[in-house]
């Protein structure tokens, strides 16, 4: 025996017969054995059953016996010489939607059961929902007690036409129609004597062939670290569960959210070294280079990397008697990695039964809603529909330890407006520390209406920054911004440059020297500064900017943490001596009214990031220093 | 193309390391609870293999009822010897001496729910925040319901009416001061599994799981090896017969099965013929329909 493994989860009503089902599938593939068919028997005498309870093989536990119900996820064994298979057995009553949700997440393929007598119910809707919301990608309905019905081929057809109807609003990739009895054995694993209109497979017969890999997925080479493993003095590796994909020695990875890349030198898996780890694998990457690597981080292929977000769209299932809390911080359990969130928009909830849409405040056990995450650092992810072991989480309530919510990843979210974007600033920051990657994938692709921040830095490589060079004139403010910029562009940063000159040349030509026109000035230059700074680049301004109320408005349009006021400063003196457009000697002589310095004031900045001495330093030295300052502030790679 | 299909045994395997990292990633202080029995040897292996080159970071922990069969604590020593793995040992007979427990008395007296008490107090002394054991779900009703990250109170109870749900391979280790968790690796394998895994790696299972002649009684069925720590009551007679023992628990309740299995080829065999279930040799899960579920909500392994 050396077949492959099938995890299936069954779903029905109360008396749909799903116990029976499986306890025939055990019987009949001799999965149950003497002892244990004894204590049923003797258990069936005890209650006065008339016939043998192959129920009773499943219902595990004493509360449920006695109330002739199953509460919980029970896990059952069977092999054939073709497959061994799980069943995750989901009980069928009020803590359903949440027993369901728990045994389809690992479920390749569900059975999902429908009384021939009673129909399509409302909760046989609910199960063929939730299965597809778990991406469970082959569905069978079994039409359940043929033999009450005479085994009429013509009730088992409006069934099925009834529930494909119904199922063409789902994504399901495959769906299946079995006609069956599970108490008298029909169709189960013997093909029925009763049915000779039905020429599909027996249930067993489907279970034992269908294609298991089609819920796989080996193109996405994703790897979440476990843990660090070192063993002799210089070994060093990374262990972990492949959740997706596939890799070989040699191969360039890049990790996350570091950014940093380096090869595989080698696979240590169970048995030894390998040639080779795809999805499912659990084993240890070791890597050409030393990198800073450690549990929560994902190792992926350089040029095929995943999604980074701090704010994600998915649909939440309530697993907990507690209420969703909207207020609260819950603890995200995304790979392997664990970070704060909390839920920042509840967009609907779904009722499971009609699947309509409806407004809702928050969410109770059991029920279904599609809300916006934030989480307190990026996370790399896939869309769930792409990947299940990327794409979906757990949330834990930080005080009772319970796993209140399972979640499932849609798409990166987006920053709705302002105020919004700077009540997620502190996510931010942390974003840019955690100095996001530089791929340069046609597989990345973002989806949503707005690229978000954190995906245009994960883009380029850097965070976007505005670097606000203020100063007299003839300090050295174009000059120092001009040389940064060829820096940074050799770099290979997205940079943006505005300069007072230029600016008035075409986008302020109609603006003069005022103190009124000198604030329109700077109001035009600092909301296009914003514009460039949203798309992502380091925008480099400089204006002489003598007000505080202007480079103060200037601010507020920018994040902080993310906004540098940079003061150029060089004695009025020295600029007038250096004075390179002559336009000092010009103010002097009266041509030139409201000169800064001569004949309008100049408001230093008490309070800018950095003070560059222009005077006694040369502009080749002052870059440096600012480029260590960028780096030291997380603008930069430390690496660039 | 390459082929990525994987055996089932593969993916049993690499299921039980990443669980096993887990452990290793979430919890401060964990041991691995080892009985000597088949599942416990079966997780060392794998302990090794999850870590390697790097050494278990469990240290295993046994407690001994003081009726072992004297080959189990011989292979468990000569094992800790050869993986160089620190063995900690908590014994019943020190609960009893301390008045923690009272020996039970009787003809058919077992340790084996006493050893309850000096498990849950050796986890307290040791501080020990997880406890990974061979617990497999196949074995028994209530265990078909365990999770892969059992979580249990500051006394050690097991509450299955407000278990964690376990989504994909998500596991909370998040826990209270005091409590701990119970891991079971090897949740969805199968005795057969195991055999088929032991077969698979060669290796090495105490004597005791193949045929041998040994001194044994029959009792409500059961073949029990003849012992000091058993007296036979009126009737019962001693026979030597050809036996071989499908799990290892303490001499008092581990009942044998007639067998000719002298290899794990042979068991294989037989156990893909076999009509009885591994439990179904233990005194111990018949005192009641619900025996073992009584048991594991006092904390039992």
Redo the contacts between chains.
Sequence with gaps: ?????LRFTTAGSVDDGKSTLIGRLLLDCRAI????MA?VEA?SRGRGDPYLDLALF??????EREQGIT???????F?TPR??F?IADTPGHIQYT??M??GA??ADLAVILIDAMRGVLTQSKRHGFIASLLGIPHIVVAINKMDLVGYREEVFAALAAEYRAFASKLAIPDLTFIPLSALRGDNVVAKSQHTPWYDGPTLLHHLEHVHV?AG?N?VDFRFPV??A????PD?RGY???VASG?ITPGEEILALPSGQTSRVSEI?A??GPAA?A?????V?LRLADELDIS?GDMIVRRHNVPQMADRLECTLCW?SETPLNRQADY?V??T?RQTRGRIASLNYRIDVDTLHREPAETLRLNEIGRATLATGGPLAFDPYALN??TG???L?DPIS???VA?GMIRRAGTVANFSEKLATVAADAEAVALQPPRPHSRNVSWEGATITQTARAARNGHAAAVLWFTGLSGSGKSTIARLLEQRLFALGVQTFRLDGDNVRHGLNGDLGFSAADRQENIRRVAEVAKLAFEHGAIVLCSFISPFRRDRAFARSLIPAGCFFEIHVRCDAATCAARDPKGLYARAQRGEIPEFTGVSAPYEAPDAAEIVLDSETQPAEALVAELLAKLRAWDVLRTDD | MTDYTRTHLQQLEAEAIYVLREVAAQAERPVLLFSGGKDSILLTHLARRAFWPAASPFPLLHIDTGHNFPETLAFRDRLVGQMQAQLIVRHVQDSIDRGRVTEERGPTASRNVLQTVTLLDALAELRADAAIGGARRDEEKARAKERFFSHRDRFGQWDPRNQRPELWNLYNGRKGLGEHFRVFPLSNWTELDIWQYVEQERIELPALYFAHRRDVFRRDGALLAASPYVPLLPGEQIENRLIRFRTIGDMTCTGATESAAATVAEVIAELVASRTSERGTRADDKRSDAAMEDRKRQGYF
Aim: net charge positive.
């Design positions: 025996m050396s077949g492959d493994l054995l003497e002892d244990q204590a258990a499943t219902d595990g536990l004493r509360a509460i919980d996820v029970a896990y059952r064994y092999a497959r061994k799980i949440r027993n949700v728990t997440s690992t890999g796989r080996l476990q843990l493993v070192r063993g002799h070994f262990a972990g569960q596939t240590i169970p048995a080779e795809a999805a499912g694998d659990s240890i549990r697993l603890i359990q995304h392997t299940r072991a979906g989480f757990i834990i330890h319970a796993t399972a």
